[in-house]
């Protein structure tokens, strides 16, 4: 097999490993898929951001988790759309999960069949 695109998926702190994998890798890494994120991007340099540009992001906040600060996976979208990423931010109705159906979505977004 021919291994093309690296996407990484992370389910809350995860998402810390996949973020800090992808950021340090841009070259290797093609995006990551968070679910439930409370990753510390206000620890990126300006540096940092503009070697990893290219890669793409799909970001699933469950509104009615309580482990995390609802308002962190808001501050990553922005930032990332501030520093000019690819960046899909769906909302679900769930708690600390994984949907079927976001699943299915974010798997149809990387194989670039949809946004």
């Known amino acids: 097999y021919k291994i093309r695109d690296i996407y990484l998926l992370g389910l809350h702190q995860?998402?810390?490993v996949a973020f800090e994998i992808a950021f340090n890798n841009p070259g290797?890494?093609?995006g990551v898929v968070a679910f439930g994120t409370e990753y510390d991007i206000d620890k990126l340099s300006d540096k940092t951001f503009e070697e990893a540009k290219g890669l793409r992001f799909y970001i699933v906040n469950s509104i009615k988790d309580t482990y995390i600060d609802q308002e962190k996976p808001l501050k990553i979208k922005s930032k990332l759309e501030?520093?000019?990423f690819e960046i899909v931010y769906?909302?679900?109705d769930s708690q600390y999960s994984i949907t079927k159906d976001a699943l299915k979505q974010s798997e149809k977004?990387?194989?670039g069949?949809?946004?």
């Open 82 to 84: 501030e520093k000019g």
């Open 14 to 16: 995860g998402n810390s």
């Open 113 to 115: 069949k949809n946004k």
């Open 90 to 92: 769906k909302e679900i």
């Open 28 to 30: 290797l890494i093609k």
């Open 109 to 111: 977004w990387f194989l």
